[in-house]
Every structure is written in C-alpha cells, then in structure tokens.
C-alpha cells in the first residue's frame, strides 16, 4: 500500500480521501469516529489498519537501521513534516511516533529543514544575510517558504504557503486516470474495479515518469493486465506536461502567494533551492526559472536528503551537542493565519495577523459598546474572512466586573500571546481596574483542518469584494447607531418638549427600523444617516 501520509491525520468522509480511493490499490474503509481504515490481506485473511499504525511501521524500520549503525538504543527523534500540515496531521504523526516506541522531542517544517541543510553546506559563502525560497514539491504535498538566514546562524521564517494534497502521487494519477481513459476506450473495459491492475498501472506510470525526466519518449508495456489484455502505451515529455499543466500552474501560484504573504520582491530572492523528488521534472524547474527571471536554481543539496539532512542537526541541537553550529542555530517560525476577535455586528478585529513570526505578543485597546456595560464576552477566532462568523471560533470567555459608565468610556486591553510551542494565550484587561481573564488556546496553529484552511484563505481572495462590501456595511451601520446614540444623548438638553418628543420618535422609528431591516444595504444606512443629519440641521 501507499500513500499513509495523505491518510494521516484525515477523515473518511474527507472529499480528498473519496477521490483518491477511486484510483488507490487497496481499500480504504471507513472506521470509528470517521477515521480511515486500510484492508490489506495477510496470511489469507484481511486486515484492518490506521495511517498511523502504517507510518509507525516505517518509522520502526527506520528506527531499527539507526540502532544498528550506532549500536545502541535509539528512543529520541526529530520528525520533519509538511509545513501546511494541520494539527490533526501533526498530531497523528506523534501518534505514529509513539507506536513506534519513539519519543518525539520535536516537529519541524520540513522546507525549514532543508533551509537548515543549505545553511549548513553554504555558511562560509553567507555574509550578512540572504533571502531563499524553498520550493519542496514531494510524492503527496507541496510547501513553499521563503526564510532570511543570517550569518550567524539564525533562521527566521517569512512566509509559508502549500498543499498537503499535491506531488508526485498526482502526477501518476493523472498518468493512470488518462491510460484507464484509453483503455476503455480501446477495448471498452473499466480497470477500475481491479484493485491489482490499477497497482501495476500505477507502478508502470510511476517508471514512465521518472524516465521522462531524462527522455523525452517512453513506453508503458504490461502484459495481461486485465481479462488476458496486453496494453501498451506510448507516453512522450510533452504528454505527460500536458496533462499535468494545471498542477504546474497551481504550485507557480502558490510560489507567488508566498512571495505576497512575505511582501518580498522576486529580485530580493537570493537562492530558491529545490526538494522533493518531483523537483526533478523539468517542466517544473523550466517553469520556476521563468517565473524568477531565468535565474539558476539551487541543486548543491540532494532534493532527497536535504530534509533528513536538517532535522538530523535539529535533533543534535537538541541533543546538547555543543558544536557551535548547533549552539549558534536558532529558528524562528510563523502562525500560518490571522487571529482576532469578533466586534459587534459580527466584524472581525484582527489582533496578530497571518505570517507573524513566533513567539510574540500584541495587544489592541476596545471600549465597551453599551452605557453601563458591567462585563464582556471576547470571542476568539482564527481566519481571513472580514466576517468573524466566517472564521473558525477558537474560544470564548467572559470579563465581568467592568465599573459601569457611559457607552466608550471604559477601556479594555486585550493582548494575544504565542509563545514558540505555538500555545495561544489571550488575556483581556479592565484598565481602570487592571482585574484581568486569561483563555489559553493549546495548538492553535493548525487547529483548522486542512480543508478549513483551505477555504479560509481561498475565499478570501473569491469573495474579497463580498468582503469589502460587507466592511462598507459595518462601518455604515455603526456610523448610523453612533449618530443615533449621539442624538439620544442631546435631547436632554433640548427644553422645547415638542421639539424632543418628535426627535424622541425619530429615534424609536430608526431603531426599529434597523431591527426589521437586517438585510439593509450601504446606501439605504447612508441615507437614513442623511436624513437624520438633515432634520437635525433643521431643528436647530
């Protein structure tokens, strides 16, 4: 079987997980609490597994190879995984980690390794300090970072962007679903139902494919692959691109999404060095070299083993190894999206936003929203919506005991902190009293799962004008109550009881206005506004 680290940390129902199975050569099946399991036959009879207890089986093996070439136990262990990984998937993959009888001491983003390797096999040719973009295209998922290592050492994150559900496996499947395709045609017979002849397939695709990066035409011949059917298939270089053109194109935007995230310029990219087997296409290479003006990509670090090569410092780091190397290393990464809170009328205030490097800590002062307001509930969220319901809600509590005074005038500080393990701590202030409530969010970096972030940050760009309008609304809305509240506040001061009684009624009539037209657009609150300003104006 493969393909335990698209399973892992997933959920059966996951719309990714159905499209794979289609073309996978096992069977996935669906187990407790909507979890993923793999049947594989052994000695006759089937057996159910997780992704982790498959992963855990590699990292044993591994494990296994290390204790026989240091000839003594290993218990300890750096794991790198994909930068976009989730919280779930890297939480699973401690789990793997722990069936194995390992004790995971740390998990690093595996562009941030390879950026550790490349530091390493270049540090006397860095002076000062160099931008480099990491472009690690692998089997199953794809990341994109763009790190500033200095000369002394340090290595500080910018910008991450990827997809966990990108690589190598979907190039292959592109290769099988199109050869399926044609063998349907050709003999008018569906492989799909065969699990053994999609494997072999698959195997053949995974050959052309490799070859096809050294030549520009191979062939795919498989005898008997399905009812006594010889297939043979011609595949050449720019076949292959072809039906691939749209991966290619989805990780070049990505590599610019990144380059927007880090708000660097293309010509302020020293290196942009390659990882991941897939990097070994040359359409993809091509492609990349375009996209930064023709210039020579960085290959002194083998695309393999640049990521083992990085994390194997790490875990000397860790292990208190005191060469200065290890000594000198220090990295500094970033939360991958934005986090705020929700304001009235449902606005999202954010407080840290996307790409902050970590640790840190900020702060934002608010008011209360209502005159002798005692206590205020703080909703915490994470996302890059304008709307805070949109978002993912990470938490809420509730800071009581606020003096009471006029709507504005008591002040609230809230400060949001994370610290380096990714631990989100929100604490909210009553200045007037310094009385304080504290929620602390553990893992807040990649709560989401990789679908939710995914949409988070893809409608955001799809619906960035529904976004815009929606802010217009906000601020119209409250420009309208801060007007109607202003009003209220000076018809005590009005004697002429005729004249406040009408403007009383104004009021009541806009306020319940309001009430019965939630769906009210910017121009209707804007004039309603107008309105208001002109039979003020009148009055006095």
């Known amino acids: 079987?493969?393909?335990?680290?698209?399973?892992?940390?997933?959920?059966?129902?996951?719309?990714?997980?159905?499209?794979?199975?289609?073309?996978?050569?096992?069977?996935?099946?669906?187990?407790?609490?909507?979890?993923?399991?793999?049947?594989?036959?052994?000695?006759?009879?089937?057996?159910?597994?997780?992704?982790?207890?498959?992963?855990?089986?590699?990292?044993?093996?591994?494990?296994?190879?290390?204790?026989?070439?240091?000839?003594?136990?290993?218990?300890?262990?750096?794991?790198?995984?994909?930068?976009?990984?989730?919280?779930?998937?890297?939480?699973?993959?401690?789990?793997?980690?722990?069936?194995?009888?390992?004790?995971?001491?740390?998990?690093?983003?595996?562009?941030?390794?390879?950026?550790?390797?490349?530091?390493?096999?270049n540090k006397s040719d860095i002076n000062g300090k160099i931008n480099v973009l990491v472009f690690d295209l692998g089997g199953g998922t794809f990341d994109v970072s763009i790190l500033t290592i200095a000369?002394?050492?340090?290595i500080e994150v910018k910008a991450v962007a990827?997809?966990?559900?990108?690589?190598?496996?979907?190039?292959d499947n592109r290769m099988v679903d199109y050869c399926v395709r044609e063998f349907r045609r050709k003999w008018n017979k569906d492989l799909t139902g065969n699990q053994r002849a999609l494997g072999r397939l698959r195997c053949a695709c995974e050959k052309a494919k490799r070859i096809l990066s050294s030549s520009n035409v191979t062939s795919t011949d498989l005898d008997c692959l399905y009812d006594g059917i010889d297939f043979s298939m011609k595949f050449s270089r720019a076949k292959f691109e072809e039906l691939n053109m749209g991966f290619f194109d989805s990780c070049m935007d990505t590599v610019e999404e990144c380059l927007r995230d880090a708000k660097m310029e293309k010509s302020c990219v020293d290196e942009v060095i390659l990882v991941g087997g897939s990097t070994r296409i040359p359409k993809v290479q091509c492609m990349l070299q375009e996209l930064f003006e023709r210039k020579e990509l960085c290959k002194s670090v083998n695309p393999e083993e640049a990521v083992a090569y990085g994390a194997a410092f790490m875990a000397a780091k860790l292990n208190g190894n005191s060469h200065k190397s290890c000594r000198d290393l220090l990295l500094l990464d970033v939360t991958p999206l934005s986090l705020g809170v929700g304001l009235?009328?449902?606005?999202?205030?954010?407080?840290?936003?996307?790409?902050?490097?970590?640790?840190?800590?900020?702060?934002?002062?608010?008011?209360?929203?209502?005159?002798?307001?005692?206590?205020?509930?703080?909703?915490?969220?994470?996302?890059?919506?304008?709307?805070?319901?949109?978002?993912?809600?990470l938490g809420t509590?509730?800071?009581?005991?606020?003096?009471?005074?006029?709507?504005?005038?008591?002040?609230?500080?809230?400060?949001?902190?994370?610290?380096?393990?990714?631990?989100?701590?929100?604490?909210?202030?009553?200045?007037?009293?310094?009385?304080?409530?504290?929620?602390?969010?553990i893992n807040a970096n990649g709560r989401l799962s990789k679908e939710e972030i995914e949409r988070m940050i893809?409608?955001?760009?799809?619906?960035?004008?529904?976004?815009?309008?929606?802010?217009?609304?906000?601020?119209?809305?409250?420009?309208?109550?801060?007007?109607?509240?202003?009003?209220?506040?000076?018809?005590?001061?009005?004697?002429?009881?005729?004249?406040?009684?009408?403007?009383?009624?104004?009021?009541?009539?806009?306020?319940?206005?309001?009430?019965?037209?939630?769906?009210?657009?910017?121009?209707?609150?804007q004039c309603k506004k107008e309105h208001l300003e002109s039979l003020w104006m009148l009055m006095f």
């Open 1 to 121: 079987m493969t393909d335990a680290k698209r399973l892992i940390g997933r959920r059966f129902s996951d719309f990714k997980v159905k499209d794979d199975m289609n073309l996978w050569p096992f069977k996935v099946i669906e187990g407790p609490a909507d979890t993923p399991k793999i049947v594989v036959s052994y000695k006759g009879e089937e057996k159910e597994f997780c992704a982790e207890e498959i992963s855990s089986m590699i990292l044993v093996k591994m494990k296994e190879t290390a204790e026989a070439y240091l000839g003594k136990p290993v218990k300890d262990a750096v794991i790198t995984v994909p930068a976009y990984f989730n919280d779930s998937q890297r939480q699973a993959t401690k789990d793997a980690g722990a069936i194995a009888g390992l004790n995971v001491i740390n998990m690093i983003n595996e562009p941030t390794a390879a950026a550790i390797a490349y530091g390493l096999d």
């Open 458 to 525: 893809e409608d955001a760009d799809k619906y960035r004008k529904e976004d815009q309008e929606f802010k217009k609304k906000a601020d119209a809305l409250n420009e309208l109550e801060d007007y109607l509240y202003n009003m209220k506040n000076k018809t005590k001061y009005i004697k002429n009881g005729a004249m406040m009684k009408k403007i009383e009624l104004v009021i009541a009539d806009t306020t319940k206005w309001l009430e019965q037209n939630q769906a009210v657009s910017v121009d209707e609150l």
């Open 397 to 441: 509590f509730t800071i009581s005991g606020i003096p009471p005074a006029p709507k504005g005038v008591a002040k609230l500080k809230r400060y949001f902190e994370i610290d380096s393990n990714g631990i989100l701590s929100v604490t909210s202030e009553i200045l007037s009293t310094g009385k304080t409530e504290k929620l602390t969010i």
């Open 344 to 393: 009235i009328g449902e606005e999202f205030d954010v407080v840290i936003p996307r790409n902050t490097p970590i640790p840190t800590k900020k702060s934002k002062i608010y008011c209360t929203t209502r005159d002798d307001q005692t206590c205020v509930d703080v909703k915490v969220y994470q996302g890059e919506r304008t709307r805070s319901t949109d978002n993912h809600l």
């Open 151 to 154: 000369e002394g050492g340090t």
């Open 162 to 171: 990827g997809d966990t559900h990108l690589g190598g496996e979907d190039f």
